[in-house]
């Protein structure tokens, strides 16, 4: 503090910014692969003449199938960087686990109740691609509060500099063991 100048709060906006880029990076391409999947899909069944629940669990399946193997994926490349680090590898079975509790009852009820109702009310409500557009997004909505709040969660108890202190949760337990001295 210089010549007596009290330092301003942070804004909302400045709270933001580090949490929408690690979202940006965990989340972005999986979540755009699995957009474009969907939409591909969907559109493949209705051009195919499949009507409107058809059409929204193909581009349900598509979505969700493209997500989480891209999302898996990542991981897994993380991983094997990791193994050139001082932390064990967690392995498949761990990873697999990991996005289970990142996702859990929030994908249960996205996969199964969500993602096909918004998809189907989108393409009821409007058709073609801009229903499945309008679904994806809805659903989109409903879904992401839980994941990121799970997300901040998890990213508390990794090593590095992904976010600052300030933007981890304490109640975080890691979920690697704790590296012995001998």
């Known amino acids: 503090w210089e010549h007596g100048a009290v330092p301003l709060p942070e804004s909302s906006a400045e709270r933001l910014l580090p949490r929408f880029s690690a979202w940006r990076r965990r989340y972005g391409v999986p979540e755009l692969a699995g957009l474009a999947a969907a939409v591909l899909a969907g559109l493949g069944v209705l051009r195919l003449g499949g009507g409107v629940l058809a059409t929204a669990g193909a581009a349900t399946v598509a979505e969700t199938a493209c997500f989480y193997s891209l999302l898996a994926r ?45 998809y189907a009310l989108g393409l009821w409500l409007f058709g073609g691609i801009v229903g499945l557009l309008v679904g994806a997004a809805g659903a ?43």
């Open 74 to 118: 990542q991981d897994l490349r993380a991983e094997r960087q990791a193994e050139a680090g001082t932390a064990p590898p967690l392995g498949v079975g761990a990873l697999l686990r990991q996005l289970h509790v990142e996702f859990g009852a929030a994908d249960v009820a996205d996969t199964l109740v969500l993602l096909p109702a918004c």
């Open 140 to 182: 989109d909505l409903l879904f992401w509060g839980p994941v990121l709040g799970t997300f901040h969660w998890r990213l508390a108890a990794r090593p590095g500099p992904t976010l600052g202190r300030e933007h981890r949760r304490a109640t975080t337990q890691t979920t690697r063991p704790p590296l012995s001295d001998g």
